[in-house]
């Protein structure tokens, strides 16, 4: 019995010295961090209070940061990456899309209408994640940290729209090229607002429909100045998570291994929340069921879903003009690099 007790009490003893050596090998670190939109859940129920509270409280106090959403900072998306590279930022977030225009790779992983379901885009991002995080780390001087979608997209429409046929002639306001070329396809007008300045725009009549999240738009009361939602899917806004590589690498192994763990739970916290806001959003919207995570319309919204050969018709223009035109705007390197990840995913082959 003593025996026994005496072991238990040297393996306590042995954990708790574990656990301060631990402590001590992470080092004193402040990060300076510009995350999503305020208004969105993402921002609101993970990536503000793991900076502002998990990442300290787990780190005994070692590691502290101070966060603003991007909205905040006056930010309008693509411009973060390069705050980052250039280390006016130690970590930021961002949509991976916005950054197309750097490089039409970033676009790979969320190509307009691609995944179906939550669970398509997961393994997508799983599959594209080692390509993204060799192109952060070679051009852009960046770590990938995480990658997380905020939902599936859709549209936000003032006047009527009840079909991919109804979007003809219709101003669409898209956030990247992919999401354009599909608005095209349907006879839309694209037109490309910052998320922070949709509503105001919508109210002017700058644009028709908007295409975003449907929880993202519910928690921005995008409902305040459209009537319906067309819940045909345009993608995910899978975001990243990055940390400036400098930054990154000044840190000791220890610090830098327990921040990859926490940047790993927060990643799968992100996924599943997303998944939560795809009908809750929805529900919020049209202010029929529990709105758990959103606002409850005071102008309820129109659900319209896509019927049979709405989503007959969508996935001929996924194959034949959004995957075609992106393959054309990237790099053979790329495009076989996408084919050996994403295009194996789904069962697709993009380029000649």
Not at 212 to 219: E, I, R
Request: hydrophobic share 45%; glycine share 8%; aromatic share 8%.
């Amino acid at each position: 019995m003593r025996t026994g007790l005496h072991s238990a009490l040297a393996g306590l003893a042995l954990a708790v010295l574990a656990s301060s050596s631990m402590a001590q090998d992470i080092e004193k670190v402040h990060i300076k961090a510009v995350g999503a939109t305020s208004t969105q859940n993402q921002y609101k129920l993970w990536e503000k209070p793991f900076f502002e509270t998990v990442l300290p409280e787990k780190s005994g106090g070692q590691i502290t940061a101070d966060i603003l959403a991007s909205n905040e900072m006056g930010l309008q998306g693509a411009e973060v990456l390069k705050l980052l590279r250039m280390g006016v930022l130690d970590i930021m977030h961002g949509t991976v899309s916005y950054f197309a225009g750097e490089d039409p790779a970033f676009e790979g992983i969320d190509l307009a209408g691609l995944a179906g379901d939550i669970g398509t885009a997961r393994e997508i991002s799983g599959a594209y994640k080692p390509v993204l995080a060799e192109i952060l780390e070679e051009k852009y001087n960046t770590k990938l940290l995480a990658l997380a979608p905020i939902s599936s997209l859709v549209y936000f429409c003032k006047p009527e729209v009840r079909s991919l046929a109804d979007l003809k002639g219709k101003k669409v306001r898209v956030f990247n090229t992919s999401m354009a070329d599909y608005v095209s396809a349907v006879g839309g007008a694209n037109v490309n607002i910052p998320f922070a300045e949709v509503l105001p725009s919508m109210q002017r009549g700058v644009a028709d429909c908007a295409i975003t999240g449907t929880s993202s738009g519910n928690t921005a009361r995008w409902w305040e100045v459209t009537d319906y939602l067309y819940t045909v899917n345009q993608g995910w806004a899978v975001n990243l998570l990055g940390a400036n590589a400098d930054f990154w690498n000044g840190m000791n192994d220890d610090t830098r291994a327990f921040l990859e763990a926490q940047f790993s739970e927060l990643e799968n916290n992100m996924w599943t929340q997303a998944e939560l806001d795809i009908d809750d959003g929805v529900r919020c919207n049209v202010a029929e069921g529990a709105c758990d995570f959103g606002i409850v319309a005071e102008n309820p919204m129109k659900l319209s879903e896509p019927s049979e050969a709405d989503l007959e018709e969508h996935r001929r223009i996924v194959a034949e003009v959004v995957v075609p035109a992106w393959a054309a705007r990237a790099d053979a390197e790329t495009v076989r690099k996408w084919n050996e990840t994403v295009g194996k995913v789904i069962g697709v082959t993009a380029g000649n």
